[in-house]
């Protein structure tokens, strides 16, 4: 990643990458509605190699600190890894609506239009 790109240049290309990437494909994806497509909603970078004493976990990229974790990913040996969470967004009668779940909702059982039903 070129440190100089911006938070959404980034977003933009990993969006093209979803699209385009057979390891993105979900089960059932062909059935999938035309006008909906997914949009990233979060950036993580997860650190590795680096000491787990002084160094954390895991960082959530913003506008604010998007240049200096490209920087530090850019130094680094190749281990640091993207960690991205998306949404459905329905494209579809004009406006762009929340669809399905995010990866992160599927993971904790909650939608993310509201909480689950008992």
Same mark, same amino acid.
């Given at each position: 990643m070129n440190p100089g790109h911006d938070l959404d240049e980034l977003k933009q290309s990993m969006e093209a990458l979803v699209v385009s990437s057979p390891n993105c494909q979900e089960f059932m994806s062909k059935y999938k509605s035309k006008g909906?497509? +997914?949009a990233v909603k979060e950036i993580k970078v997860k650190w590795g190699g680096k000491d787990k004493q002084l160094f954390p976990k895991d960082t959530i990229l913003t506008e604010e600190n998007c240049e200096a974790v490209l920087r530090m990913m850019a130094v680094g040996v190749g281990q640091d890894v993207f960690d991205i969470k998306t949404e459905s967004v329905n494209t579809e009668e004009g406006g762009a609506k929340e669809g399905g779940?995010? +990866?992160g909702a599927k993971e904790g059982?909650?939608?993310?239009?509201?909480?689950?039903k008992k």
């Amino acid at each position: 990643m070129n440190p100089g790109h911006d938070l959404d240049e980034l977003k933009q290309s990993m969006e093209a990458l979803v699209v385009s990437s057979p390891n993105c494909q979900e089960f059932m994806s062909k059935y999938k509605s035309k006008g909906s497509k +997914e949009a990233v909603k979060e950036i993580k970078v997860k650190w590795g190699g680096k000491d787990k004493q002084l160094f954390p976990k895991d960082t959530i990229l913003t506008e604010e600190n998007c240049e200096a974790v490209l920087r530090m990913m850019a130094v680094g040996v190749g281990q640091d890894v993207f960690d991205i969470k998306t949404e459905s967004v329905n494209t579809e009668e004009g406006g762009a609506k929340e669809g399905g779940a995010t +990866e992160g909702a599927k993971e904790g059982g909650v939608k993310q239009g509201g909480a689950k039903k008992k």
